[in-house]
């Protein structure tokens, strides 16, 4: 298994535009000028999904006019257009600027610690690593960005809240791979409580060779919801632990949701 870093022009205007948390306040000019110029044109929100139903209902209308790929190539050409003048921003060239300079930072963070924290990974989760190339793009780092798109797919950017912040939330990430399809299964919040326990906390606290559960420094390791949940979970995590009967993680979550441990 190998993580592949890129940054993706399309991606991370497209994610910067969409997302709460801009990485300056010149940034916010750029989407106005570009929407006061687009806003009526339907394929705008493909770009800013804000009314993507309308947008859709447009496309929908068209192609009921004229052929569907016809219509679908117009509006292409038109989204096309929209990106290409982002690029050309100054707001983007800094944007980009500045996400090559992270995107630097988390390379070198995981090209260091990728060893012993994919061996910690597979020793806590009991699971098999992915097998082949996952490409990780990278979006500026106050963009709080980090997912899963699909088995070999993850986006990622996030300032550096402490050390080896990076390593652990790509691991966190490479483990919702690793028990694909975990966004779609029953129980899922279970399974994602049992991925923070054991990344966000286990594995960072054995990377780190410091730190306690649930807070790093002034940190909280996730949202207070599911601080919640895994402090309702650990008796049995602390089990699973220390040489249970279970074999993985997933054995865990089927475990927890059978006997109703951990719902919402």
Known sequence: MKLKFEISKYHLAGYTIISPYKPFSTWEKLEERIWKKYRYEPAYYFLNSQHINWALEQIQIDSSKNNIRISFKKHASTLEKIYQEVFRSNEFKRLHKETEKYFKLVKNQWSKNEKEALKILQQISGLPLPKGKITVYITHPKSR????????????????????????YLSHELLHIMTWPSHFEPHYNILHTLICLTTNNELRIRLNKNGKYFKQEKFNTEYPEIIKLEKKLLPYWKKYLNNSSFKNILDLKNYLAKNKRGAI
């Open 145 to 168: 960005n980090g997912k899963t798109i699909n088995k070999n797919t993850i986006v990622f950017g996030h300032k550096e809240d402490w050390k080896n912040y990076s390593t652990v």
